[in-house]
């Protein structure tokens, strides 16, 4: 069974500018979360979705931070603009109930 | 919502010998516990994980306790090998409305010493 993947691995940009990472789930895993861990941190909950819509988003910077998972499956995390403090790596995780399998992440460096 | 706290931070053990980390939550409505471990520059992987109909599991050489009464839960390693070393963190699945969530502890670096 193929894992989460996630892409780009590394990303690095200047302050200001805009960035989108990518996660595809594992297949028939109907809940998605993202994540951001900051370096000597644990993962801290982003958004939530059930399919292809919101459970959860209350912990997600709206005047940045934009999520969407078109179809219910593929999910997309922008941040524009970006700031310094955005730095981390983003982590995208599936679950067929409880356990949630996560991805590789995407090391995000805001210069 | 939920917190959970793990401790210790840090912890060195010498090889071969067992290596303990505690978490704590707050949500007694909480009833899935998993423990991740995470390599560096890797993603967190599950090790086990317990529910609270459960007071203990083990798998091999990795155990996981649970109390709900004092709601604290730890992980224990035996006969610890250098290839043990990594940051693990512990996890409680509790309600945000109608979504299931993990809130993560803060986790414990775990350096298992030739």
């Known amino acids: 069974e193929a894992g989460v993947a996630q892409s780009p691995r590394y990303k690095i940009i200047e302050k200001r500018q805009s960035v989108a990472f990518w996660c595809n789930p594992i297949s028939g895993h109907a809940t998605l979360y993202w994540y951001q861990q900051i370096l000597g941190q644990g993962p801290k909950l982003l958004i939530q979705f059930q399919n292809n819509g919101v459970v959860d988003d209350s912990q997600l910077p709206k005047d940045r931070f934009s999520a969407e998972r078109l179809k219910g499956v593929d999910s997309t995390l922008k941040i524009q603009p970006a700031k310094l403090e955005d730095s981390a790596v983003y982590l995208c995780?599936?679950?067929?109930?409880?356990?949630?399998?996560f991805g590789p992440g995407t090391r995000l460096t805001v210069l | 919502g939920e917190n959970v706290e793990q401790h210790p931070s840090t912890l060195s053990v010498q090889e071969g010998d067992s290596a303990v980390i505690k978490c704590t939550y707050s949500d007694s409505a909480s009833n899935y516990f998993p423990w991740y471990k995470q390599e560096l520059g890797k993603r967190p992987q599950l090790i086990i994980d317990i529910r609270s109909n459960v007071g203990e599991k083990k798998d091999q050489r990795i155990a996981v306790t649970l109390n709900k009464t004092a709601k604290h839960f730890s992980l224990h390693i035996t006969e610890t090998q250098p290839e043990d070393s990594a940051v693990y963190f512990c996890?409680?699945?509790?309600?945000?409305?109608?979504?299931?969530?993990?809130?993560f502890g803060s986790g414990t670096q775990l350096t298992v010493l030739p």
């Open positions: 995780a599936s679950t067929p109930g409880d356990t949630q399998y």
């Open positions: 996890a409680a699945t509790g309600l945000s409305g109608s979504a299931r969530q993990l809130t």
